[in-house]
T-cell receptor, first 116, second 114 residues
């Protein structure tokens, strides 16, 4: 079945550590996104990528990094520079530029990151 | 600038009664509008979308929404609530010209009382 897979589902990080969240899709979508969700604040865009080897900062990119070496994969690294990383992280994809703009986004099941 | 307002942070209904979740938007362009549902600790699932075709949009699980340009609203309704409808609902607006111009509302938490 086609879809988006995020792993792990739960992740614990010690202060000062970098951690990487995985996002893989087999939908053949060009565009991929990372969002952060905090209670009562909706979703905020961290990074997005419209095509392989290209990505753009979203509203809250500081303390995060991404790569897009393969169409299927868009990993997110939460660095030690992110001062408040505890949140629910959602990865999404959509078909991309071929459809002429943002259309329906497909979401992964999320990764809950907790700093211990 | 685009924005989305969900007028209620929490809505509580009895099972079998109608559901109304309110969304107002502002957009400089012809917007696309979406409603997504999120169950606890899960990803978001698309309920329905408006993309300048029919103003009354039918979605999954009996939900529908009406696009009213004069009121800049896109309220979500369902005639009869089911226990499984309890979840967080997000209204989303996009102007179709830029990927970073997708705006999520803050969400409305729907509780269904047996």
């Amino acid at each position: 079945d086609g879809g988006i897979t995020q792993s792990p589902k739960y992740l614990f990080r010690k202060e000062g550590q970098n951690v990487t969240l995985s996002c893989e899709q087999n939908l053949n979508h060009d565009a991929m996104y990372w969002y952060r969700q905090d209670p009562g604040q909706g979703l905020r865009l961290i990074y997005y990528s419209q095509i392989v080897n290209d990505f753009q900062k979203g509203d809250i990119a500081e303390g995060y990094s991404v790569s897009r070496e393969k169409k299927e994969s868009f990993p997110l690294t939460v660095t030690s520079a992110q001062k408040n990383p505890t949140a629910f992280y959602l990865c999404a994809s959509n078909p991309g530029l071929r459809t002429g703009g943002f259309t329906e986004a497909f979401f992964g099941q999320g990764t809950r990151l907790t700093v211990v | 600038a685009q924005s989305v307002t969900q007028l209620d942070s929490h809505v509580s209904v009895s099972e079998g009664t109608p559901v109304l979740l309110r969304c107002n938007y502002s957009s400089s362009y012809s917007p696309s509008l979406f409603w997504y549902v999120q169950h606890p600790n899960k990803g978001l699932q698309l309920l329905l979308k408006y993309t300048s075709a029919a103003t009354l949009v039918k979605g999954i699980n009996g939900f529908e929404a009406e696009f009213k340009k004069s009121e800049t609203s896109f309220h979500l309704t369902k005639p009869s609530a089911h226990m499984s409808d309890a979840a967080e609902y997000f209204c989303v607006v996009s102007d179709e010209t830029s990927y970073d111009k997708v705006i999520f509302g803050p969400g409305t938490s729907l509780s269904v009382i047996p």
